[in-house]
């Protein structure tokens, strides 16, 4: 009997993320999965990667500039493209991929405006490929376990939404840090974080957004905020003044981190990305605070409010419905870039697992006319909560003849509707308007 059909994948941006592919094919699905070839535009990002395989039990594959993306998949052959650049380049490859013959599939968001999402919902339409999209956070069993609560109806046709997401400073403080920094690389951190959980609502409720009005600004990081506060500045980067460095709870040390240091450090001479720039210097274009009115097509609407500064990370919402009223609230083990985790986290039981380890779960159903009742939720092991293992088996393995009661895999339209919301919300702080979004794009 023949085996598994064993699909080629090659990974486009080598940064930290693209070591949660490779190192999960190699380690779980290597009878399913094969990565014949990564690009990336700096060379010394690749040979680490090549590096990490071979740690990890593969062997080294053909490295490619980004330049030669196109003779890439023409020596290669991939099947697939797995896309884990910048966020202004992901319409890039995904395009480029489909028009190659090749489906996509790229980390989240999608893409970042309104045009390139565009280009790909036409690119999408006439090469016959599909791009699909990586939302981790619909395979956690608690956020599986809230869509199935509402999809039974127990608390009726849901009405409305308030939802509270807040990043804790070692999370938080890292967007600041990075590329991401940038609002013309990454859309904000309500393009790159919040995404998720505009993509949950629209999975909880089973809707697409319809408006969206926003306030937000940056509040708490850049210099101007640190020196109104008398935080002392120490330098566009961390590296810049070691010393003052070494007391302040936001810096990071990409020496005394290997993988950082292999991967961003060391290869600072190729394309003088810096990874460990100070969150209270200047140069910071995106918001960290957020105020928001999201409506639906299902007549629901959503509050919504998010901050990069706070003590704990995770998130309270409100689900009010027909029949009663559900509340969620979860608190999560957050993010720690290198080794800053234990200086600048206040999580309750230090949980320095997984990214999105959940180290406290409660979800309360509210009756209109009983009592009261808690329900149980399964914890899950790996990253954000369980949804990594979950989404990757998924992505990996399953035909496409295999059904997921919960219908979780996201493809362009729901990421694109996701996305739709960031866009709604960066042109509704410049116009101090409300957007009507679905008539940025025709899908």
């Known amino acids: 009997m023949a085996g598994p059909t064993v699909k080629r994948y090659v990974i486009v941006g080598m940064g930290v993320r693209s070591a949660f592919y490779y190192q999960t094919i190699l380690l779980d699905f290597r009878e399913y999965a094969e990565v014949v070839g990564v690009c990336d535009t700096n060379q010394t990002r690749m040979d680490a990667a090549n590096d990490r395989m071979i740690e990890v039990g593969g062997s080294r594959v053909p490295t490619y500039k980004d330049t030669a993306f196109d003779r890439m998949i023409k020596e290669q052959k991939p099947d697939v493209v797995i896309v884990t650049t910048i966020d202004k380049f992901h319409h890039v490859y995904c395009i480029r991929a489909m028009e190659l013959g090749c489906d996509a599939i790229t980390e989240k968001p999608v893409t970042i405006?309104?045009?390139k999402l565009q280009a790909i919902i036409d690119t999408e339409k006439q090469t016959g490929r599909h791009v699909r999209v990586l939302f981790n956070y619909r395979y956690s069993p608690h956020h599986t376990k809230v869509r199935e609560l509402i999809k039974s109806g127990v608390i009726g046709e849901v009405t409305s939404v308030h939802m509270d997401w807040i990043l804790d400073c070692?999370?938080?403080?890292d967007f600041m840090r990075r590329w991401h920094r940038e609002k013309a690389n990454s859309g904000g951190i309500q393009m790159h974080k919040s995404i998720h959980h505009?993509?949950?609502v629209h999975f909880w409720l089973g809707t697409s957004p319809e408006s969206v009005y926003c306030v937000g600004g940056l509040k708490f990081y850049g210099r101007e905020n640190a020196e109104q506060r008398g935080v002392k500045y120490t330098g566009e980067r961390y590296l810049d003044n070691e010393k003052e460095s070494a007391k302040d709870p936001f810096a990071i040390s990409l020496k005394d981190n290997r993988e950082l240091k292999a991967l961003y450090l060391d290869a600072e001479h190729e394309d003088g990305y810096i990874r460990d720039g100070n969150c209270f210097a200047d140069g910071i274009t995106?918001?960290?605070t957020l105020?928001?009115?999201v409506t639906y097509a299902n007549g629901a609407s959503m509050t919504y409010n998010t901050y990069a500064y706070a003590p704990w990370e995770g998130y309270h919402a409100v689900?009010?419905?027909t029949k009663g009223r559900m509340e969620v609230d979860l608190v999560e083990g957050g993010y720690a870039a290198g080794n800053n985790h234990d200086a600048i986290t206040a999580n309750a039981n230090g949980d320095k697992g997984k990214q999105g380890a959940v180290e406290r779960t409660k979800i309360t159903v509210q009756p209109?006319?009983?009592?009261?009742?808690?329900?149980p939720v399964k914890r899950g092991e790996g990253g954000h909560g369980g949804g990594d293992p979950l989404l990757l088996r998924d992505v990996l393995i399953t035909s496409k003849k295999d059904e997921d009661e919960f219908s979780r895999a996201a493809f362009l339209r729901d990421g694109g509707n996701a996305v739709l919301v960031g866009v709604?919300?960066?042109?509704?702080?410049?116009?101090g308007l409300p957007v009507k979004v679905q008539e940025l794009v025709r899908w």
């Open 113 to 115: 405006d309104e045009e």
């Open 170 to 173: 070692a999370h938080g403080s």
């Open 198 to 200: 505009f993509d949950l």
């Open 286 to 288: 995106i918001e960290d």
């Open 291 to 293: 105020s928001m009115v």
């Open 319 to 321: 689900f009010n419905g």
């Open 368 to 375: 209109l006319w009983a009592e009261p009742y808690e329900v």
């Open 424 to 431: 709604g919300i960066n042109h509704s702080m410049k116009t």
